[in-house]
């Protein structure tokens, strides 16, 4: 068996931290937690067969790289091989047809902007998901006439976030929930309590539930394990782009262009501006290829290549950085 | 001087060593494998005929 091979499947693809390092199984959505040293033996794995790996670490290491080869194989995350030359990388070169793949748009009522010319000009430009969040109490019936030009729309899924309002009759919500099956997500906020009303063991369609959390335009994302996205397209994009803000678009309640609600930069209103000259400007894309690699901490994080973050990026001396930091840390390894 | 400075380098790779690949092995030992939330493969939208016409592969943001 020595003189064998080892392969990691080629979409179970080892990934550096500055203090642990990471096998994604981008194609199970799995990861499994390795040392740095077995990281840098899977790299000289690559051109050495088992003896050789072995020898080049003087025998000192035999029982590990036995024990720990034996398990990936166990786990199907990789298979010892005689040709390793057959199994080559997966082409991590990603592209996209759609000029825009994700909006953020925030109302506090209708009269700012026409929301359905926004979502008229975001289906054009083949925007795959919209976020909705409705910042007060508004007239849902008068909404929903907005969102008659969604129904057989490029537009693949839309989720809702609305405050949450005892007036409203239930069944009003159901109504929203059926009105056409974009609609995949709706949250209502601030509410008395945690409940989930539907819940089909997935995570974005078929969700309906109540949160104690609250929303405004500065609401902060949150960083944790399950929020990671494993997966052969996202980290096939983050290899050279930001999975936050590549091809992302928001709108704020006044109208306001923006890359996201949060950031300080403004591109024009959608009342005079159309989307489609916005994504041509140079100003407005500067982040879209400024993916994790290139900024400080992040490119030191074994969970750079799936953590989805839409916060503003700040240059300094010629460094990137990320202007609110995550409450991980890659030197120790440890959430904060 | 030399000789001390391999010494360190030498105890403190077998430091490494001996935390990663302990001599009394045992698979129990190793990390666990991590299920994670593939969204991708779980959001998948099919239409009335049954073919699958889209994935999300990623959250728009992470704010609930």
Same mark, same amino acid.
């Given at each position: 068996?020595?003189?064998?091979?080892?392969?990691?499947?080629?979409?179970?693809?080892p990934?550096?931290?500055?203090?642990?390092?990471?096998?994604?199984?981008?194609?199970?959505?799995?990861?499994?937690?390795i040392?740095?040293?077995?990281?840098?033996?899977?790299?000289?794995?690559?051109?050495?067969?088992?003896?050789?790996?072995?020898?080049?670490?003087?025998?000192?290491?035999?029982?590990?790289?036995?024990?720990?080869?034996?398990?990936?194989?166990?786990?199907?995350?990789?298979f010892?091989?005689?040709?390793?030359?057959?199994?080559?990388?997966?082409?991590?070169?990603?592209?996209?047809?759609?000029?825009?793949?994700?909006?953020?748009?925030?109302?506090?009522?209708?009269?700012?902007?026409?929301?359905?010319?926004?979502?008229?000009?975001?289906?054009?430009?083949?925007?795959?998901?919209?976020?909705?969040?409705?910042?007060?109490?508004?007239?849902?019936?008068?909404?929903?006439?907005?969102?008659?030009?969604?129904?057989?729309?490029?537009?693949?899924?839309?989720?809702?976030?609305?405050?949450?309002?005892?007036?409203?009759?239930?069944?009003?919500?159901?109504?929203?929930?059926?009105?056409?099956?974009?609609?995949?997500?709706?949250?209502?906020?601030n509410?008395?309590?945690?409940?989930?009303i539907?819940?089909?063991?997935?995570?974005?369609?078929?969700?309906?539930?109540?949160?104690k959390?609250?929303?405004?335009?500065?609401?902060?994302?949150?960083?944790?394990?399950?929020?990671?996205?494993?997966?052969?397209?996202?980290?096939?994009e983050?290899?050279?782009?930001?999975?936050?803000?590549?091809?992302?678009?928001?709108?704020?309640?006044?109208?306001?262009?923006?890359?996201?609600?949060?950031?300080?930069?403004?591109?024009?209103?959608?009342?005079?501006?159309?989307?489609?000259?916005?994504?041509?400007?140079?100003?407005?894309?500067?982040?879209?290829?400024?993916?994790?690699?290139?900024?400080?901490?992040?490119?030191?994080?074994?969970?750079?290549?799936?953590?989805?973050?839409?916060?503003?990026?700040?240059?300094?001396?010629?460094?990137?950085?990320?202007?609110?930091?995550?409450?991980?840390?890659?030197?120790?390894?440890?959430?904060? | 001087?030399?000789?001390?400075?391999?010494?360190?380098?030498?105890?403190?790779?077998?430091?490494?060593?001996e935390? $990663?690949?302990?001599i009394?092995? #045992?698979?129990?030992? +190793?990390?666990?494998?991590?299920?994670?939330?593939?969204?991708?493969?779980?959001?998948?939208?099919?239409?009335d005929?049954? $073919?699958?016409?889209?994935?999300? #592969?990623?959250p728009? +943001?992470?704010?609930?």
């Open positions: 068996m020595s003189s064998q091979y080892f392969k990691l499947f080629s979409t179970c693809i990934v550096k931290g500055q203090s642990e390092s990471l096998i994604c199984d981008i194609e199970y959505g799995q990861i499994f937690p040392p740095n040293l077995l990281f840098e033996i899977l790299k000289s794995n690559k051109t050495k067969n088992i003896e050789q790996l072995k020898d080049a670490y003087n025998g000192k290491l035999d029982k590990g790289i036995d024990a720990y080869f034996n398990l990936f194989a166990e786990k199907n995350l990789g010892y091989t005689d040709t390793p030359e057959e199994f080559p990388d997966l082409n991590l070169k990603w592209q996209s047809p759609y000029k825009i793949r994700n909006a953020v748009i925030e109302i506090e009522n209708l009269e700012n902007y026409s929301i359905s010319n926004t979502l008229t000009q975001l289906n054009d430009l083949g925007c795959e998901g919209i976020q909705i969040r409705i910042l007060t109490t508004i007239d849902l019936d008068a909404l929903l006439a907005e969102f008659e030009c969604v129904v057989g729309s490029r537009i693949k899924y839309i989720e809702i976030f609305l405050p949450f309002n005892a007036d409203t009759p239930f069944e009003k919500l159901i109504k929203w929930r059926n009105f056409d099956p974009r609609i995949t997500k709706i949250i209502q906020y509410a008395l309590e945690e409940k989930v539907e819940y089909k063991e997935n995570y974005y369609k078929d969700v309906f539930f109540l949160t959390k609250s929303l405004s335009s500065t609401s902060k994302e949150q960083y944790s394990l399950d929020r990671f996205a494993f997966n052969i397209d996202t980290f096939a983050a290899q050279k782009h930001n999975i936050g803000l590549n091809r992302k678009i928001s709108i704020d309640s006044f109208g306001n262009i923006k890359n996201y609600l949060t950031h300080k930069s403004t591109f024009g209103n959608i009342n005079d501006t159309l989307i489609s000259n916005v994504i041509n400007l140079t100003e407005f894309k500067k982040d879209w290829n400024t993916n994790n690699t290139k900024i400080e901490k992040c490119n030191q994080c074994q969970f750079r290549f799936s953590c989805v973050s839409n916060v503003e990026i700040i240059k300094k001396n010629r460094k990137h950085y990320k202007l609110e930091e995550c409450n991980f840390n890659p030197l120790t390894n440890q959430w904060n | 001087m030399n000789n001390t400075k391999t010494i360190n380098k030498t105890k403190l790779l077998s430091k490494k060593l935390k $990663y690949f302990p009394n092995y #045992s698979l129990t030992q +190793s990390p666990p494998l991590i299920r994670v939330r593939n969204i991708m493969s779980e959001s998948q939208f099919h239409n005929n049954g $073919y699958l016409v889209g994935v999300i #592969s990623k728009i +943001s992470n704010i609930f």
